[in-house]
């Protein structure tokens, strides 16, 4: 597996696709270069400086972690965008059957598919960009606008060339799909749409007399009552993401004496205001296996803006979800969630009320819960993925040259 950074600590799909490929026996190596997460984007970048998942490894050290192997290598800039260096070299140390790329454009793809022609392994690619932080994908483009050219020069070149090389590219929502055919050179034939998944075995509702003490405990240490209904948000406090709305919202709610608090875990431009905000308690950033019980400690989750990972981990939890009208993956949400007018806390402010009752909470959230142990369950996602790796290496292993279900037409 390839990816820029290594985000220890953190629930993403390359390395949640790492541990559960694993478990599953495969023998899994993550290589990564010396950039720390979200190296392109400063703000993003500087709410995870006092986390973990910021932290990066010396170019040449190898580490075992949740049962797979970290490697990381150099990187420098070619044309201001990182190229590894070593990367044929590392794989070649490695001898992989199957390579799983996580990055689409630049230098990456290209030496990638480099190496499959002088190592022989089966490639595959990802898409996990989505229409709500592209933003060509949401305005009408022209063949001689400047930023359409520069999209062909970094991204749709380098990325058709190097799809020419890949068995499928794992589309992560029907809009990431959209964005890699039209924008990252990704051939339709080659792009399936495959959701992120959730750990169901750390997420899941209260089910022991256990959960329900650390329910108890948590609440209790917040300055939480009982008959609170807390929304719980995590991720970054930035603008794009704005969770600031949904502390208004709930401040609007308290003015008008609706018991409702807000829980907020992460870090970000916003953690100020969001403190100040009445009923709202704001924590830093913990580690992905430590945030269960917080799901559980919860009532609603509530992300205001772009779509997020933690939906799917709060709805695994058992709580209903409210996000943005503009969200287009809405089977993250189908009968287990609400949605709001974009930016609108006195609209968000009316959706959290009508959650307020126990029992449409308990209807919405077994209904998220179960669809998560269905549909996105990573245990079953790495099971599927597992099987397309072994159907690719044994064709190439027995020299037959064959085209994927997804490549016909």
């Known amino acids: 597996m390839i990816f820029y950074s290594f985000p220890r600590d953190m629930g993403y799909s390359n390395t949640m696709l790492a541990r559960h490929l694993a478990r599953l026996g495969a023998d899994v190596h993550y290589i990564s270069s010396n950039l720390p997460v979200y190296h392109k984007n400063d703000d993003a970048r500087a709410a995870y400086r006092q986390f973990s998942a910021d932290s990066t490894m010396t170019p040449g050290a190898v580490e075992s972690y949740d049962g797979y192997t970290v490697h990381c290598i150099g990187h420098r800039y070619v044309c201001g965008v990182p190229k590894f260096v070593g990367l044929t070299e590392k794989l070649r140390e490695i001898q992989p059957d199957v390579v799983q790329l996580f990055i689409n454009a630049g230098w990456a793809p290209l030496q990638t598919a480099v190496a499959k022609l002088k190592l022989g392994f089966a490639l595959f690619s990802a898409a996990h960009t989505t229409v709500s932080i592209f933003p060509l994908a949401r305005r009408p483009t022209r063949f001689w606008d400047r930023e359409w050219i520069a999209n062909l020069l970094t991204r749709a070149i380098p990325g058709r060339i190097g799809s020419l090389f890949i068995d499928k590219c794992y589309a992560a929502t029907e809009d990431c799909a959209e964005v890699a055919i039209r924008f990252y050179g990704a051939p339709k034939r080659k792009v399936v749409v495959v959701p992120l998944g959730v750990d169901t075995e750390i997420f899941h509702p209260l089910?022991?007399?256990?959960?329900?003490?650390?329910?108890?405990?948590?609440?209790?240490?917040?300055?939480?009552?009982?008959?609170?209904?807390?929304?719980?948000?995590?991720?970054?406090?930035?603008?794009?993401?704005?969770?600031?709305?949904?502390?208004?919202?709930?401040?609007?709610?308290?003015?008008?004496?609706?018991?409702?608090?807000?829980?907020?875990?992460?870090?970000?431009?916003?953690?100020?205001?969001?403190?100040?905000?009445?009923?709202?308690?704001?924590?830093?950033?913990?580690?992905?296996?430590?945030?269960?019980?917080?799901?559980?400690?919860?009532?609603?989750?509530?992300?205001?803006?772009?779509?997020?990972?933690?939906?799917?981990?709060?709805?695994?939890?058992?709580?209903?979800?409210?996000?943005?009208?503009?969200?287009?993956?809405?089977?993250?949400?189908?009968?287990?969630?609400?949605?709001?007018?974009?930016?609108?806390?006195?609209?968000?402010?009316?959706?959290?009320?009508?959650?307020?009752?126990?029992?449409?909470?308990?209807?919405?959230?077994?209904?998220?819960?179960?669809?998560m142990i269905r549909l996105f369950s990573w245990v079953n996602i790495a099971k599927a993925r597992l099987a397309d790796y072994e159907s690719a290496s044994r064709l190439r292993k027995g020299g037959v040259v064959t085209r994927s279900p997804t490549q016909s037409g």
Request: aromatic residues 6%.
């Open 207 to 371: 089910r022991t007399a256990d959960d329900q003490a650390r329910r108890a405990q948590i609440r209790a240490e917040l300055g939480f009552a009982e008959s609170d209904v807390v929304c719980i948000y995590t991720g970054q406090f930035s603008a794009s993401k704005n969770p600031l709305v949904l502390a208004r919202a709930i401040a609007m709610l308290r003015a008008g004496g609706v018991g409702v608090r807000g829980l907020f875990i992460g870090n970000g431009t916003q953690n100020r205001d969001l403190g100040e905000c009445d009923g709202c308690v704001v924590l830093p950033f913990r580690p992905h296996r430590e945030l269960p019980p917080y799901y559980r400690a919860s009532e609603i989750g509530v992300w205001p803006t772009q779509e997020s990972m933690s939906m799917l981990d709060a709805a695994a939890s058992g709580l209903p979800i409210i996000v943005s009208e503009t969200l287009l993956a809405r089977e993250r949400i189908d009968g287990n969630g609400l949605t709001y007018r974009l930016n609108d806390p006195a609209d968000l402010a009316e959706r959290i009320k009508s959650l307020t009752d126990p029992a449409t909470r308990r209807e919405l959230g077994s209904i998220g819960a179960g669809r």
